[in-house]
Structures are given as C-alpha cells and as structure tokens.
C-alpha cells in the first residue's frame, strides 16, 4: 500500500493563479482531511469529509474550496491564490471514527505564493 | 472550546538523557481523544498513540512513555535514554468524541526537540 500520496511536492504560483492540490489513498478510509502547517502555528485544518461526495469547513477555511467526487481522492483547489496561502499543506485520511481515530498523513506539499 | 497547549516551544538535551514533553488541554467533553504525532526532519507526520478519556492508564512503548492525568488535563511525553534519532517536532492533539458533531481535531503548536549528541 501507498498509504497517503500528495502530488505535487514543490509548487511555486504568482498571485491570483490557481492550483489544484491532489490528495489520494489506497486504505479504502472514509474520511480525509487538508490542513496547513505555518511555523509556530502547529496543524490547522482546513476542510474535511466524512465520506465520497460530502465535505466540510474546517478552522481555516476561507480561500479554499475541495471536492471529493471519489472516496480515494480529495482535491484542495486554491482559485486566487494570495501570499497567506504560503504554507506546507498535509493530506490524511481516517477509517470509520473521523477526528477520534489515528490520522495517516501524506508527505506534505510546500506551496509558494510570490 | 477545545484548546491544547504545549507551553516547551524548543528543547535540547544530551543524547541519552530523559525529557519531558509537556501537553495541557481544555474541553467541555467527557469524552474526548489524545493524539502524538512525531514530525522528524524530513516531514512527515507520524502516529505515536491515541488514547481515549476513559483510559488514564499510563503506556510504555520501548523507550516512550505517556502520562495522562486527567486531574491536571495534561498528556506528557516522556522519551527514556534519548537518541539523535529522536530529534523532531513532537504535536499533541485533541479531538472530542462525538463523531460527526462538527468533527474537530485541535493540535497544539508543537515542541521542537533538540537531541545532542
């Protein structure tokens, strides 16, 4: 099993470009998640779902829109991006109890806004 | 609300020393989720235990030990006879347990862990 894969790794946008972050698992998991990590911020999260076709606004959830048309897949889509969105943005996926049960992250995607 | 705090922004020890980490939150819930996740240099972000509210049972796994009391709402991390290995970022974190009543999971800011050799 891969577990959780992020593409891409590395990405550098101008602002107001967009982007699509992709998030896959091969763990037939329910929920998944994105968050975002700044220095000194810890893990925030930014949307979630619990489940194929169903998502929800996290903490941070302003800037961002998801979508998750296949249980294995979740897509982070960045419309405008702004410097703020300068961060390193974290997958994870979850099996049957959501935020109470073990995380399982994907490598991380560092993003730059210039 | 939920709110987790890990006061130790950074720590350095000499490789073979103990060291704490320290981990307080807040609830409302009775029921709730305690979460540490390891973040080495590379990146990733790695499960090291779960323990549930009801369960104030300490754990040892090898040289890692937790210590949940929840008379100080507090879940600290303790590594015995530390490693260069060891070095990372260290996250606790905090879920309450009601699935899918506004699903959210609180994650401190982290204590960066320095181990010397």
């Known amino acids: 099993n891969a577990g959780v894969t992020q593409t891409p790794k590395f990405r550098v946008l101008k602002t107001g470009q967009s982007m699509t972050l992709l998030c896959a698992q091969d763990m037939n998991h329910e929920y998944m998640y994105w968050y975002r990590q700044d220095p000194g911020m810890g893990l925030r999260l930014i949307h979630y779902s619990v489940g194929e076709g169903t998502t929800a606004k996290g903490e941070v959830p302003d800037g961002y829109n998801v979508s998750r048309l296949k249980k294995q897949n979740f897509l982070l889509g960045l419309e405008s991006a702004a410097p703020s969105q300068t961060s390193v943005y974290f997958c994870a996926s979850s099996p049957l109890a959501g935020v109470t049960d073990t995380q399982y992250f994907g490598p991380g995607t560092r993003l730059t806004v210039l | 609300a939920q709110k987790v705090t890990q006061a130790q922004t950074e720590i350095s020890v000499v490789e073979k020393e103990d060291v704490t980490l320290d981990c307080v939150y807040e609830t409302r819930d009775t029921t709730y989720y305690l979460f540490w996740y390891k973040q080495p240099p590379s990146g990733e972000l790695v499960f090291l235990i779960r323990r549930n509210s009801f369960d104030e049972q300490n754990e040892i796994s090898g040289r890692y030990s937790w210590n949940f009391q929840k008379s100080t709402s507090s879940f600290n991390f303790t590594i015995t006879a530390s490693q260069v290995v060891d070095s990372a970022v260290y996250f606790c974190?905090?879920?309450?347990?009601?699935?899918?009543?506004?699903?959210?999971?609180?994650f401190g800011k982290g204590t960066r862990l320095h181990i010397l050799p």
């Open positions: 974190a905090l879920s309450e347990g009601v699935v899918n009543r506004d699903d959210k999971i609180i």
